[in-house]
């Protein structure tokens, strides 16, 4: 798809909601991370939380994106990761590695793309999703994860005859900044079954729309 990374001399707009900063500039493409609501388990998403927050604290921010290059990119390598790490350690049921959740949330995923937003590259993990998205004019990220998560949730829970909370509420998403990280986290989402430990014929929910 067309890229229009970050521009730093653009207006920049956004706010914390939960316990992480989103912000947003019209245009971009964003790497966003959603995860199903027990994909992590509370305390060690604590621990990783009190960590994070003392490491920025340490540099009077709260915010990792208004760091420094250098010390953005040691934030991501010591608590993205991190977080990332523990999604792939498989908590929680794991109902996106059943076909049936999958293929729902796939449906999802695609049935916006070309009008109210350009999909890239995304996988749907056992318990969560990856994905690179770049919203139109007309449409927010915000609407687009609600449609993803909120249409998902209800199928899922019909087909397995269950009620309550599907999915987290609060993502994880940044802009992506350049060409080069761009190619990065095509080749994490990519690469992402076969680090989590998948076996080889994991294959349903990887994708990609770039044209």
Known sequence: ?????????AEVYGH??????????WGCTYFVTSRLADSIPPLL???WRSKRDAWLAARGVNDPESLPEAERREYHREFTSAFHALLDSGYGECLLARAECAEILAARLVAGHDHAYRL?????MPNHIHALIEPDKETTLGEILKSWKGG????INVLLGRQGTLWQREPFDHIVRS???LEHLRRYIAQNPIKAGLHSGYTLG???CAK
């Open 120 to 124: 890239d590259a995304w996988v749907i």
């Open 206 to 208: 990887i994708g990609a």
């Open 45 to 47: 998403r604590a621990e």
């Open 1 to 9: 798809m067309p890229f229009k990374p970050f521009n730093p001399e």
């Open 152 to 155: 998902s949730a209800r199928e």
């Open 179 to 181: 060409g080069e990280q």
């Open 16 to 25: 914390e909601k939960g316990k992480l900063p989103h912000w947003r500039q």
